[in-house]
C-alpha cells in the first residue's frame, strides 16, 4: 500500500482570506448561500411545512417557546409553557419567544403564515451558515474545502430539515456560533477593544438564545489568549469581553430575581430535563407521558405548585436517584453518548421497512468521520486543531445527562461537516497499490 499524504496547506492570516476577493457571481458565497435559501423556501411551499399539525391547540407550533409566545401576545408576559396558566416562567431562553411572539403580533397566533415566516426565518439563518463554514473551512484548511463544505451545507437533505420542519431556535443558534467560531479565528490575528465588544455582545446574544452554548466560551477565549500577541492587552480585552456578555444578560437575570426571588442563570428547566432522563421508570431517555408539556396530571402539578417549587422538587428527586442508582446513572450516560452520536431510538418505516438500522448506522458514520477529520487535524499539527476539539470533546458533555434529541447536536454540525469534507478530500490523496503490500 502507497499512501501520499501531503501537509495541510494554511491561507494567509492577515484580514479575510485570499479567495474573499474580487470573484465572478458563479463562483461567489453569496451564490451559495442563495441557491441554499431558495431550496429550503422551496421546500416550505411545495411541501406544505408551514401547515402544521393543530394537534392540541398547535402545541407543536413551537411547543413550549409557542406557549410562552402566545402569552406574551394575550398580554400575560413571558409566562404558561405548558397548556395551563401557570404564570411567570424562565422556561426557555428570551430572544426565540419574543421574536415568535413579535411574528404573532403580526400574521396572527398560530396562523399558517406566521409559520411561513418563522421557517423563513430559520431558513435565511441556517443559509447563512454557508457564509461562515466557507470562512471558517477556508482559513483552516483551503478554500477547496470550505467551499465543498458550504455547497454541501446548502443542499444536504438532512441539513435543510431542521429550518423548514422545526420552530425552535436551533438554526439561529446554530448559525450563531459559527459566527462566533469566524470571529475567535479572526481574534487571535490581533484585537481592538471594539472588536471584544463585539464579541462580547454575540456572546449575549447568543447566551440569551441557547444558554448550553456558553459551555464552549472558556475553551474559545483560551484559544484566542494562546495564540494571540500582545497577551497583556488580550486579557484585559477578554475581560471587557466578559463583562459585556453579563452586561446583556443582567436584564434577564434581574427580571427572574424580582419574579422568582433567586438568581436564576437565564433557564431554570435543567432539573426537570435530567429528572426526565434519570429515573426509576426511565431507561436513559425522556419520558413523553410524564413531562408537563405532554402530561396533563403532571401539567397541573406544575401549575399547582408553581414553576421553582416544581423544579426544586425534580431536583431533590434525581439527586436522590443518582444517590441511590448509582450504577443505573453511569449505564444511562453510557447509552445517551451513544444515541447523541448515533441517533436515540426511533421507528423509520419506508415502503413497510422499518431503516432503524440504517438511521443508527448513518449517524455514526457522521460522528466516526467527523472524529477522523479531527484527529487528522491534530496529527498535521493545524494549529485550529485545538480550536475545533472542543466543538466534539467537551460541547456534548451536559446532553449526556439528559435526552439527546437530535437538535441538540446541530449547532456543532458545521464544524463536523468541515471535518468531513476536510478528511474526504485529503482521503482522494491516498494511493493504494494492490500490488504490494508495503507502505512506501
Known amino acids: 500500500m502507497q499512501t501520499a499524504i501531503p501537509h495541510t496547506r494554511e491561507?494567509?492570516?492577515?484580514?479575510?482570506?485570499?479567495?474573499?476577493?474580487?470573484?465572478?457571481?458563479?463562483?461567489?458565497?453569496?451564490?451559495?448561500v442563495l441557491v441554499a435559501f431558495a431550496l429550503r423556501i422551496a421546500v416550505i411551499a411545495v411541501g406544505h411545512t408551514y401547515r402544521i399539525n393543530p394537534l392540541r391547540d398547535h402545541f407543536p407550533f413551537g411547543w413550549e417557546m409557542g406557549r410562552i409566545a402566545r402569552s406574551i401576545v394575550s398580554g400575560q408576559g413571558f409566562s404558561s409553557p405548558t397548556d395551563?396558566?401557570?404564570?411567570?416562567?424562565?422556561?426557555?431562553?428570551?430572544?426565540?419567544?419574543?421574536?415568535?411572539?413579535?411574528?404573532?403580533?403580526?400574521?396572527?397566533?398560530?396562523?399558517?403564515?406566521?409559520?411561513?415566516?418563522?421557517?423563513?426565518?430559520?431558513?435565511?439563518?441556517?443559509?447563512?451558515?454557508?457564509?461562515?463554514?466557507?470562512?471558517?473551512g477556508t482559513r483552516i484548511y483551503h478554500e477547496r474545502v470550505g467551499?465543498?463544505?458550504?455547497?454541501?451545507?446548502?443542499?444536504?437533505?438532512?441539513?435543510?430539515?431542521?429550518?423548514?420542519?422545526?420552530?425552535?431556535?436551533?438554526?439561529?443558534?446554530?448559525?450563531?456560533?459559527?459566527?462566533?467560531?469566524?470571529?475567535?479565528?479572526?481574534?487571535?490575528?490581533?484585537?481592538?477593544?471594539?472588536?471584544?465588544?463585539?464579541?462580547?455582545?454575540?456572546?449575549?446574544?447568543?447566551?440569551?438564545?441557547?444558554?448550553?452554548?456558553?459551555?464552549?466560551?472558556?475553551?474559545?477565549?483560551?484559544?484566542?489568549?494562546?495564540?494571540?500577541?500582545?497577551?497583556?492587552?488580550?486579557?484585559?480585552?477578554?475581560?471587557?469581553?466578559?463583562?459585556?456578555a453579563l452586561l446583556c444578560?443582567?436584564?434577564?437575570?434581574?427580571r427572574n430575581y424580582q419574579i422568582f426571588g433567586r438568581i436564576i442563570f437565564i433557564r431554570d428547566n435543567l432539573p426537570l430535563e435530567l429528572h426526565e432522563a434519570n429515573n426509576d421508570a426511565s431507561s436513559g431517555l425522556w419520558q413523553r407521558t410524564e413531562h408537563p408539556g405532554n402530561d396533563p396530571a403532571a401539567m397541573r402539578r406544575f401549575q399547582e405548585l408553581g414553576e421553582i417549587r416544581f423544579m426544586d422538587i425534580e431536583r431533590s428527586q434525581v439527586h436522590q436517584f443518582i444517590r441511590e442508582h448509582p450504577a443505573e446513572f453511569l449505564l444511562f450516560s453510557l447509552k445517551r453518548i451513544w444515541y447523541f452520536w448515533a441517533a436515540p431510538p426511533q421507528t423509520v418505516i419506508v415502503a413497510g421497512y422499518d431503516l432503524w438500522i440504517a438511521r443508527h448506522v448513518e449517524f455514526s458514520l457522521e460522528a466516526v468521520f467527523a472524529f477522523a477529520g479531527l484527529i487528522l487535524t491534530l496529527w498535521r499539527r493545524n494549529p485550529y486543531g485545538w480550536l475545533l476539539a472542543p466543538f466534539l470533546v467537551i460541547y456534548p458533555l451536559p446532553y449526556y445527562l439528559v435526552n439527546p434529541f437530535q437538535r441538540y447536536k446541530h449547532p456543532i454540525e458545521p464544524v463536523m461537516l468541515i471535518l468531513i469534507v476536510f478528511v474526504l478530500w485529503e482521503s482522494r490523496k491516498v494511493q493504494i497499490n494492490w500490488r504490494s503490500a508495503r507502505p512506501v
Open 11 to 32: 491561507t494567509s492570516h492577515s484580514g479575510l482570506p485570499e479567495p474573499l476577493r474580487k470573484r465572478p457571481f458563479r463562483q461567489s458565497i453569496f451564490l451559495i
Open 84 to 136: 395551563l396558566n401557570s404564570g411567570p416562567t424562565a422556561w426557555a431562553a428570551p430572544v426565540y419567544p419574543y421574536v415568535l411572539a413579535g411574528v404573532f403580533k403580526i400574521f396572527g397566533t398560530y396562523t399558517r403564515t406566521a409559520a411561513f415566516v418563522m421557517l423563513a426565518f430559520n431558513s435565511l439563518f441556517a443559509s447563512l451558515t454557508c457564509w461562515t463554514i466557507y470562512l471558517i
Open 147 to 244: 467551499r465543498a463544505a458550504a455547497w454541501t451545507w446548502a443542499v444536504f437533505p438532512y441539513v435543510i430539515y431542521w429550518p423548514v420542519r422545526i420552530i425552535w431556535e436551533v438554526s439561529f443558534s446554530t448559525f450563531l456560533l459559527s459566527l462566533s467560531l469566524w470571529l475567535t479565528i479572526r481574534m487571535a490575528d490581533g484585537a481592538r477593544r471594539r472588536d471584544w465588544i463585539t464579541y462580547g455582545l454575540l456572546w449575549g446574544l447568543i447566551l440569551l438564545t441557547n444558554t448550553t452554548i456558553v459551555i464552549l466560551l472558556p475553551f474559545l477565549l483560551a484559544w484566542i489568549l494562546c495564540r494571540a500577541p500582545e497577551s497583556s492587552r488580550q486579557y484585559s480585552g477578554a475581560a471587557l469581553m466578559v463583562f459585556v
Open 249 to 254: 444578560i443582567t436584564p434577564w437575570t434581574i
